[in-house]
């Protein structure tokens, strides 16, 4: 019996499905905690935790766009279903750079309170 898209492609769409989520969780509390806990160096514009949360940013970007071509393939191949696999992969890889977006600004004034300058 051959094996259909959907079951090739449906434990991937579970991974990323759950790494989108954990990748937004993470940068927010990366933002919440850490961030200000890293010191900057007086005169310089950016600091190491600048980069890191560039580097989350950018790595839930790259998994919402995986999300949404793994999705989206699923979803074209298999009969539509609100909660399908393809379906709720596809939302959640469109669902979550914006509501990391939305969110950022909070978590970044709900900080910890440590020393910022060097």
Request: glycine letters at 6%; hydrophobic letters at 60%; aromatic letters at 12%.
């Amino acid at each position: 019996m051959a094996i259909t898209l959907s079951q090739r492609f449906s434990p991937l769409a579970r991974v990323l499905t759950w790494s989108c989520l954990g990748i937004a969780i993470i940068a927010l509390l990366f933002r919440a905690t850490v961030y200000t806990c890293l010191p900057v160096t007086v005169g310089d514009a950016y600091s190491f935790s600048d980069f890191l949360e560039l580097a989350l940013g950018g790595l839930l970007l790259v998994c919402a766009l995986a999300s949404l071509v793994v999705g989206g393939a699923l979803v074209a191949a298999t009969p539509w279903k609100l909660l399908s696999v393809g379906s709720v992969t596809f939302i959640v890889g469109a669902a979550m750079p914006v509501m990391y977006l939305l969110l950022h600004p909070y978590f970044a004034q709900v900080a910890w309170s440590c020393a910022r300058h060097a």
